[in-house]
């Protein structure tokens, strides 16, 4: 039997992933310096990685931006080593945090505030922060109704027909804030149902029985 058109896919996806998972409570940072730290630090490792050099960074007593702003670059390295080109992070870390202190006074909230466009351009333009990550800090320490998509995202959409494999970052974010209301709290649980689901299903080589998409119209060789 052919399948019907879903009026709104991502609605549909959505209600499915929230009903078979529950909320996630994403993201695990105790405060938004944490989450930025994060977002920065996770960039092409694991969470759990980040998670043990966060930890060094809490012993080491680093864990705010005066405190990374003061530390000597060697130190910040050493402290971050476990979440992978420490180097490279390092450096992204510390382009943020003299952005944040010559043109924001220190202040967060005020780097992520006002035009969300603007916003985003702001973080894009410091070294090394692309728009996932822009996006991750927008969404989870400023509360901006932003989408993040990552590899998880564009893999299911990618096999639920919702996007081509050429589509690129914007057009994917596109579809979310074309087609659901902006919210903040909504994108942030989509985001992380959708990668608890490619975790769980999804993955390179995907894992369909018992996926909550699997009665969608998919293909899990895309």
Known sequence: MPHK????????????????????HWWPGDTNTEIVIGAILTQN????????AIARLKQADALSFSALRDLPRPTLEDLIRPSGTFRVKAKRLSAFVDVLFRDHN???????????????????????LGPETADAILLYAGNRPTFVVDAYTKRVLRRHFLVTEDADYGTVRGLFHQELAPSSRLFNEFHALLVKLGKDHCRTLARCD?????????????
């Open 5 to 24: 058109p879903i009026a709104n896919p991502l609605s549909d996806i959505f209600d499915r992933l929230l009903t078979a998972y529950g909320p996630q």
């Open 45 to 52: 490792t694991s969470w759990s990685n980040v998670e043990q």
């Open 106 to 128: 220190g202040s967060l909230s005020d780097m992520l505030s006002g035009d969300l466009d603007g916003a985003r351009r702001r973080l894009n333009a410091i070294h090394g």
């Open 210 to 222: 018992g996926c909550p998409l699997e009665s969608l119209r998919h293909d899990s060789a895309l």
